[in-house]
């Protein structure tokens, strides 16, 4: 079986402490989430970001509700440094809390012939959640990296990590990762 990491919204705007909607907690998982993509690499694992973003002048009610962030153009899109984005990577852009809501992501997974889901990224109660359920929908096999996800609450990051391996997949930690890996079974 195939496997891809899905690396969601590490983008500046979340992770710079310049960003528009900067949250340490993200800044404290990039060396984590690195480390897991190079493991990735390693064992031959396809690259997908999925990157917020919003129109810069262009109507989008949800955007609207919210602090301004991810406004296409700026540096608060970009993809964080740390992860050094690769040629071969997928970057997938995305206005709604899904990854796979709108976009062609879905699409790429199947081409690719994935299914398994490796996801890291931010926030756990909103974009890690939503696109974690719509793989569940679509039959994926979804793998949460506790260390490489975070919110701006330790209760509410572990409320939703609880909920996502009770009901729509595996809540696993860097070491397990590495054990499913040398097993074959990712």
Not at 30 to 58: A, M, S, W
């Amino acid at each position: 079986m195939k496997t891809a990491i899905l690396i969601v919204d590490m983008v500046r705007d979340f992770t710079d402490p310049k960003g528009l909607v900067f949250y340490p907690e993200n800044r404290n998982i990039l060396p984590q989430i690195k480390e897991v993509l190079d493991l990735c690499r390693k064992n031959g694992c396809l690259t997908v970001y999925l990157q917020h973003f919003n129109r810069e002048g262009k109507i989008d009610q949800k955007a609207a509700s919210m602090r301004p962030n991810c406004i296409e153009g700026t540096f608060g899109v970009e993809i964080d440094p740390m992860l050094e984005v690769r040629p071969e990577d997928y970057i997938i852009r995305k206005r709604r809390y899904s990854g796979f809501f709108g976009t062609d992501l879905d699409l790429v997974l199947r081409e690719n012939e994935i299914k398994n889901l490796i996801i890291v990224g931010t926030k756990t109660n909103c974009c890690i959640r939503a696109t974690v359920t719509d793989a569940f929908y679509y039959n994926y096999e979804p793998y949460v990296v506790r260390e490489c996800v975070a919110t701006n609450s330790e209760t509410v990051n572990e409320v939703h990590l609880n909920d996502i391996d009770k009901y729509l997949g595996h809540v696993i930690d860097k070491k397990n990762l590495e054990e499913l890996f040398l097993q074959g079974r990712l």
